[in-house]
């Protein structure tokens, strides 16, 4: 199975456009997940999700967006680009019994440079 | 705040064993995780702690003291693959996954 997929794999970005991030995961898992790693930082949740139809804020949402039409996607959009968005992106994924999370799986990452 | 404190970096030489700190304070625990990063790569699930005590998978073991807010990550017999950078992470009682900024180990021949 792929797993988690993301696409680009990187991107270089003009300050003031808009891009989506894709992430595609065939593992059905209820929860999904978008973080930003930064240097010396650890990872840090932009939003998530915890099902389908749901979303959810994390530690550092503003200037991003994402939506959950359906278990398998997570689209993270970036409505209008700042360098300080430069960043790698990683997508996560993890299931759910009785309430409690699992462990989070994690896609190949997006890098993204924003001039 | 939440928090988890590992060292930024180690260095061990291969065949040799390193022990790599994790402490954390949060509200409520749900289990710790240990990720594998190698540099330009994703996250990779190594470990799982949700009671006390060591875990052993491999050549890698977990430990784990909830009353002391204390994990270490054990790698023995190390190999240069090994070189990388290890995640702490921990649920907390709303299941928001807390990170750790991650400690880079550097193995030397």
């Known amino acids: 199975t792929a797993g988690i997929t993301q696409a680009p794999t990187s991107q270089i970005l003009a300050a003031g456009r808009s891009m989506t991030l894709r992430c595609t995961q065939d593992m059905r898992h209820n929860a999904m997940y978008w973080y930003r790693q930064d240097l010396g930082l650890g990872l840090r949740l932009i939003h998530y999700?915890?099902?389908?139809?749901?979303?959810g804020k994390g530690e550092v949402p503003d200037g991003y967006s994402v939506s959950r039409a359906n278990t398998d996607d997570f689209p993270l959009t970036l409505a209008s680009a700042v360098p300080s968005q430069t960043s790698v992106y990683f997508c996560?994924?993890?299931?759910?019994?009785?309430?409690?999370?699992?462990?989070?799986?994690f896609g190949p990452g997006t890098r993204l440079l924003v001039l | 705040g939440q928090n988890i404190d590992q060292p930024t970096e180690m260095t061990a030489t291969e065949g040799a064993i390193v022990q790599i700190n994790c402490t954390y304070q949060?509200?409520?625990?749900?289990?710790l995780f240990w990720y594998q990063q190698h540099a330009g790569e994703a996250p990779t699930f190594l470990s799982y702690n949700v009671l006390d005590g060591l875990e052993e998978k491999g050549r890698f073991s977990s430990f784990l003291s909830r009353s002391k807010g204390y994990s270490y990550l054990l790698l023995k017999e190390l190999q240069m693959k090994d070189s990388a950078s290890y995640l702490c992470a921990v649920y907390d009682s709303n299941y928001q996954l807390i990170w750790g900024a991650g400690t880079k180990l550097i193995i030397k021949p």
């Open positions: 996560a994924s993890s299931d759910e019994s009785g309430g409690a999370k699992e462990t989070q799986y």
């Open positions: 949060t509200s409520g625990f749900n289990g």
């Open positions: 999700s915890n099902t389908a139809g749901t979303t």
